[in-house]
């Protein structure tokens, strides 16, 4: 009970406090800034729905086999999808390549196209934070200064003049109150547009990583290649040496001999473009992984070093459009294209402005804070646009068109999504069929050829048809080659084309969120 004349002192005290002109004036700015809680204007934004097409289980118009066709030769087994299987994050190692997983890890480490993505990305979210504070957030400045001065005789009547000291401090506070919600619209979309880069950031990722890995494919295909034409051409050269002995006998007329050379000629100009190729896609590796081509030591990739993944995860299509980083960055947008709508409807409206500043200017610095000595200020306004032609309503119009084109930019990133997904797995089904035939194409050349030099050395045939197997086996030997290269290519596009399981990887310490992105 001792305690309640206290209280009773204190409640006293307050409210002689709350009678000061300077208090009222900061109760009445807070009690306008509590003004700010209506609800935003303009569209509300809505997730945009999947396609009906993608309800089911198809990305094709036809169902696709329940595995790939079988070829008897390296990387010709057959391939079964798993549907609803989840992508690893981590995809490319499931060729099971130690050279491939270390090139990818010095890419992500190195490389300068996504260093830039990922700063670019934290540049966007210090300037939505930056943003979110100075539309939320009360403006408060703090002013303080003196002045020296010297008035003459004449102005002061005082002989010799006068000196004059003034000391001055100040704090102003400004506001705008978000009544009809544009600021926070303005927020909004500055969001969408982080997201977007977000986004933007996993997208180059997944890019990164799938051209290291198409690359390394492209390299081991030209190696095969290469190993083939040159086997092609160990034996033609041996045949070669066979008719120059003839001729010189006189067992072989000029005109084979001719042929056998031409053919040696063509098969050996073959080489420099290949060799070409090879040396221009480890140059492009060596940029992928950051480096310098001349200071790039990269590993050899070939064929043999890659597993063909017997089990492909095939995402649900209802979840593409969740998974794929570029619709995710296309549906920010189109979030972004929403709140701006937003923005330019509560432009039509009223806006309000709140103001206030208290300060002290004195003669002495220690008289700044006596009453005397101090002023305040507290406003309002109100700002109604009255007449402005017909801007802010097109402006309106503008922002509504935007949001009709990002809307048919984001339908469109969809299609292509599904399209790339159709596109990888159809390639996957024929790139068996391919492989099968192009493998049963080359034994049966191979056989030929065989055939066709026992003849012409027991004078069963003529030279000319052993030189019409020579080029029909180097042709389905290179073709071979190609078709095994292609179903690692397509296997690694298929995986892009679901987005490559970004989702699923753990996100950067709080040690690397300094140098990286959130």
């Known amino acids: ?45 809505k997730r945009p729905e999947a396609p009906a097409a993608a ?6 118009a036809t169902p696709l086999p329940e595995r790939t066709a079988e070829a008897l030769v390296a990387g ?85 003049g006068s000196f004059l000291t003034l000391y001055n401090a100040q704090v102003d506070v400004s506001y705008t109150p978000d009544l009809f919600g544009g600021v926070r619209r303005q927020l909004e979309g500055a ?25 390394a494919i492209r390299e081991a295909a030209l190696r095969a290649q290469l190993d083939a034409t040159r086997e092609v051409l160990r034996s033609q050269r041996q045949q070669q040496d066979i008719l120059e002995r003839q001729f010189a006998t006189g067992a072989t007329p000029v005109s084979l001999t001719l042929a056998q050379r031409t053919l040696v000629a063509q098969t050996q100009a073959t080489l420099p473009a290949l060799d070409k190729s090879l040396a221009q896609v480890r140059h492009q590796l060596a940029v992928y992984a950051g480096r310098l081509p001349a200071e790039a030591d990269l590993p050899a990739f070939d064929l043999a070093g890659l597993v063909l993944p017997a089990e492909l995860p095939l995402s649900l299509p209802s979840e593409l459009a969740r998974q794929r ?3 995710r960055a296309a549906q920010a947008l189109l979030h972004q294209a929403s709140a701006q709508v937003g923005v330019a409807t509560a ?92 493998a049963a194409a080359e034994a049966s050349a191979r056989r030929a050829l065989d055939v066709a030099d026992a003849q012409w050395r027991s004078g069963a045939v003529s030279r000319l048809q052993v030189l019409m197997a020579q080029q029909a086996w180097q042709q389905s030997r290179i073709a071979l080659a190609q078709a095994q290269a292609a179903r690692y290519a397509d296997t690694a596009a298929l995986f892009q084309a679901l987005g490559g399981g970004w989702w699923n990887r ?13």
Request: aromatic share 8%.
């Open 191 to 215: 969001e969408a547009l982080v997201d977007a880069q977000r986004y933007q950031v996993e997208a180059t990722y997944l890019m990164l990583t799938g051209n290291v890995v198409t690359a």
């Open 325 to 327: 980083p570029d619709v």
């Open 1 to 45: 009970m001792q305690d309640l004349p206290a209280y009773g002192k204190r409640n006293a005290c307050q409210r002689r406090r709350l009678r000061s002109p300077t208090l009222r004036a900061v109760h009445c700015l807070l009690a306008g800034v509590a003004l700010a809680g209506c609800a935003a204007v303009g569209p509300g934004f």
């Open 506 to 518: 753990e996100p950067p310490s709080e040690a690397a969120r300094g140098s990286t992105s959130d």
């Open 347 to 438: 432009n039509l409206y009223p806006q309000i402005q709140l103001s206030a500043n208290w300060g002290s200017t004195a003669l002495r610095g220690a008289d700044l804070l006596s009453r005397p000595w101090t002023f305040w200020t507290l406003a309002a306004g109100l700002t109604q646009p009255l007449f402005h032609g017909d801007a802010l309503a097109a402006q309106r119009r503008a922002a509504i068109a935007g949001f009709d084109a990002a809307a048919a930019q984001y339908r469109g990133t969809l299609l292509t999504a599904f399209q790339n997904v159709a596109d990888a797995l159809r390639a996957l089904e024929f790139d068996a069929q391919a492989l099968a035939a192009q």
């Open 76 to 160: 010709g087994q057959a391939q079964q999808w798993a549907p609803g299987a989840d992508i690893p994050a981590q995809w490319w190692t499931l060729f099971r390549s130690p050279a491939l997983d270390a090139l990818i890890r010095s890419a992500l480490e190195r490389s300068p196209t996504l260093a830039a993505a990922q700063a670019t990305l934290r540049q966007a979210q210090e300037g939505l934070t930056a943003q979110r504070d100075s539309l939320t957030l009360p403006r408060v400045d703090a002013q303080a200064g003196a002045q020296r001065q010297h008035a003459s005789a004449v102005q002061t009547q005082i002989p010799g």
């Open 55 to 60: 309800s089911g289980n198809l990305y094709t």
